[in-house]
């Protein structure tokens, strides 16, 4: 599978973005996936999953209640609508699909990763 993403720019404090994540390849709408995003000098860290279908979505803390996580599997992309954003928000953000390893269950974010996106650039100014 292969995935690009789109979306990122500069935004103020407060602001909305839309991240989309096309994917390309066999099995592009039939797996979970998600959204990690990395900030200067920091780890990268999980931001939100979605189930294949859409129909079950998950969220780090830090963005619960700002950002939501969709999928349109007709066109074979994943959004993730980002609203009152925050200066720490600032990263590169990369959508990524489930891997197979199975070893995390249904928590796949943990560390059982198929294909990644070469990520989008957000930043938001104070």
């Known amino acids: 599978v292969q995935l690009v993403e789109s979306g990122g720019g500069l935004v103020q404090a407060g602001g909305s973005l839309r991240l989309s994540c096309v994917t390309s390849g066999r099995t592009g709408s039939s797996v979970a996936m998600g959204w990690f995003r990395q900030a200067p000098g920091k780890e990268r860290e999980f931001v939100a999953a979605?189930?294949?279908?859409?129909?079950?979505?998950h969220y780090a803390d830090t963005v619960t209640g700002r950002f939501i996580i969709s999928r349109d599997n007709a066109k074979n992309t994943m959004y993730l609508q980002m609203n009152s954003l925050k200066p720490e928000d600032t990263a590169v953000y990369y959508c990524?699909?489930?891997?197979?390893?199975?070893?995390?269950?249904?928590?796949?974010?943990?560390?059982?990763?198929?294909?990644w996106g070469q990520g989008t650039q957000v930043t938001v100014s104070s």
């Open positions: 990524v699909t489930e891997g197979t390893r199975g070893v995390y269950g249904s928590a796949w974010w943990l560390g059982d990763f198929g294909s």
């Open positions: 979605i189930n294949w279908s859409g129909g079950w979505t």
